[in-house]
């Protein structure tokens, strides 16, 4: 079994800062793509960002330039750091993993963490 734990979520005011994490362990041969999602109240699921094993990323207009994804392929872990959060940032954020486990490709979620920007 995979099972992906995220980090990092809280409360934090408009303008500031928080940084995910979510760390994958069980019987992972490979991690492929890494991403993080969000999920609003009564909104579909969107992308915010995705980074491929080799580092390659992208982003969701909404968030270029104040979101930053990253990943520890040693760790097995992804990150987002979070810069200017403005209120509509608030959201369920989920990881998003794809994984080579036993040679066939398999997507696994987090459990999700609240992320809340208010004043």
């Known amino acids: 079994q995979v099972q992906l734990v995220e980090s990092g979520g809280g409360l934090v005011q408009p303008g500031g800062s928080l940084k995910l994490s979510c760390a994958a362990s069980?019987?992972?041969?490979?991690?492929?793509?890494m991403a993080w999602y969000r999920q609003a109240p009564e909104n579909q699921r969107e992308l915010v960002a995705k980074i491929t094993r080799g580092g390659l990323t992208n982003y969701a207009d909404s968030v270029k330039g104040r979101f930053t994804i990253s990943r520890d392929n040693a760790k097995n872990t992804v990150y987002l750091q979070m810069n200017s959060l403005k209120p509509e940032d608030t959201a369920v954020y989920y990881c998003n993993d794809s994984c080579d486990v036993g040679g066939m490709i398999r997507y696994y979620w987090g459990q999700g963490t609240q992320v809340t920007v208010s004043s």
């Open positions: 069980g019987s992972i041969f490979v991690i492929y793509d």
